[in-house]
């Protein structure tokens, strides 16, 4: 049995299991070597937007690393914005401001990844307006990857993303989504999440082993009642000392 299993049996439990003497003992501290350590990456898309703030906020109360993918539209068109994207720069320590497209395809994706030259310059809009400290991108509405370790892209995406690599773009997918539904509210529970998060990890059926990138988006996260799922999932997985919350610029394998 892997020895990462039985770790976590006695030591880390699992994200779905609930700690029956945590009301009366004080939490164990426990030294983890780091070979057992698993990274995670949470990361947010299509802000800044209502929800954004509940996102920061929730991160912030929680010490916990993300990383905003953002699009610059929404950010320049109104003072809101503006100071939404404020509030993700002003913490460096814990948050990464990336670009994710200046119009984000307008919702129009097929006619914009066929004409990969103007939707290169719509990420090259979207970096004189945000201005990140990064060389991070995100697609529109697809899971693509390219670093120096990793490539992935469907024939559809792929013209823009190797225009991306080409400038100095890391392009950067996810391993796992939160759904939501028609009305912009997530669908999987967080215990159904940290359970998927759990088995991901351990069979290691992420993109890169040891890592995972986990894709939500600000809007879903609007209502309180939506923001404290969000803050019950990364209490979930706050629970297992194995699981370390990282920014995308760390990474393995960017350029």
Request: aromatic share 10%.
């Amino acid at each position: 049995m892997p020895i990462f299993y039985i770790l976590s049996l006695f030591l880390l439990p699992f994200s779905g299991l609930e700690n029956t003497s945590a009301k009366t003992l004080k939490p164990l501290q426990v030294s983890v070597p780091d070979s057992l350590v698993r990274h995670i990456y949470l990361s947010f898309d299509d802000g800044p937007l209502n929800g954004t703030a509940n996102c920061i906020n929730v991160c912030s109360h929680e010490k916990v690393a993300a990383t905003f993918f953002q699009i610059a539209m929404h950010q320049s068109r109104s003072s809101f914005g503006k100071n939404l994207y404020n509030q993700i720069l002003q913490n460096p320590a814990l948050f990464d401001l990336s670009n994710h497209s200046y119009s984000h395809a307008n919702g129009k994706y097929l006619p914009y990844y066929h004409h990969p030259d103007s939707a290169l310059a719509d990420f090259q809009k979207a970096k004189k307006i945000l201005q990140p400290k990064n060389n991070l991108a995100r697609l529109p509405g697809n899971n693509a990857w390219s670093t120096k370790n990793e490539f992935r892209a469907s024939g559809l995406v792929k013209p823009l993303v190797l225009k991306l690599d080409s400038v100095g773009y890391n392009v950067m997918g996810w391993d796992l989504e939160w759904h939501f539904n028609k009305h912009g509210k997530p669908i999987q529970t967080p215990e159904a999440m940290a359970s998927m998060v759990d088995t991901l990890l351990f069979y290691n059926k992420t993109k890169t082993p040891k890592h995972l990138v986990i894709l939500m988006h600000d809007h879903m996260f609007g209502d309180p009642a939506d923001s404290a799922k969000l803050a019950r999932l990364i209490g979930l997985l706050k629970k297992n000392p194995a699981y370390q919350f990282n920014k995308l610029t760390s990474y393995p394998g960017l350029k």
